[in-house]
């Protein structure tokens, strides 16, 4: 039982640079969500999805896309990367509203 | 105002004494209330929740809460050097969305 996986764990991107961050549960959890924490920061909620078919933006959803095709996947893109995305990005999920959230290992991604 | 806000850190305490993290909210409508413990370099992780006003005890942690005051704090007694990480704070309401604090550092000194 993997519980939240993401990939990569590390990447350097270059200004304009496109990629996906992936994350994959296998916890059957319908609610999964892309957070980004900022050195000395909390963290900040750039997309979630209460199921597969549905998405919705969270606070900093600029310079980000999701979709959710399958309750296991939900995938973050970053089209045009920015060195303002520099940051540790956290996938996490739970099981229902007013639950605890479980998270990955976080991506921490550099932008130059 | 920040939706959720925390108490300046870092915090620093010796070992076996009692560490108090406190944090405030804005949504009167906020229904959950989370602790995660989180250490340099790693994903954060649940310490305790609550959702009705008072106490909660999980052996050396205790959290309170007090919906009229908007207010959540925790607890950590007898505190430890494995204890040293920062401590965020979360708060949901709807559709199960948290908002985090920016977090409380906290360092015990053996």
């Known amino acids: 039982n993997a519980g939240v996986t993401q990939t990569p764990k590390f990447r350097i991107l270059k200004i304009g640079q496109s990629m996906t961050l992936q994350c994959t549960q296998d916890m059957n959890h319908n609610y999964m969500y892309w957070y980004r924490q900022d050195p000395g920061m909390g963290l900040k909620l750039i997309y979630y999805s209460v199921g597969a078919g549905i998405t919705d933006k969270g606070e900093v959803p600029n310079g980000y896309n999701v979709s959710r095709s399958t309750t296991e996947d939900f995938p973050l893109r970053l089209e045009l990367a920015a060195p303002s995305q520099t940051s540790v990005y956290f996938c996490?999920?739970?099981?229902?509203?007013?639950?605890?959230?479980?998270f990955g290992q976080g991506t921490r991604l550099t932008v130059v | 105002q920040k939706e959720v806000e925390q108490n300046s850190g870092p915090l620093s305490v010796p070992e076996g004494a009692i560490a108090s993290l406190n944090c405030t909210y804005s949504d009167r409508g906020s229904q959950s209330f989370f602790w995660y413990r989180q250490y340099s370099g790693k994903s954060p992780e649940l310490i305790m929740f609550i959702y009705s006003n008072g106490d909660k005890e999980d052996g050396r942690f205790t959290a309170q809460l007090n919906k009229a005051s908007q207010y959540v704090s925790l607890l950590i007694r007898d505190s430890q050097p494995s204890d040293s990480a920062t401590y965020l704070c979360?708060?949901?309401?709807?559709?199960?969305?948290?908002?985090f604090g920016d977090g409380t550092t906290l360092t015990v000194k053996p």
């Open positions: 996490a999920t739970n099981p229902g509203v007013n639950t605890e959230a479980f």
């Open positions: 979360a708060v949901t309401g709807n559709a199960g969305k948290s908002t």
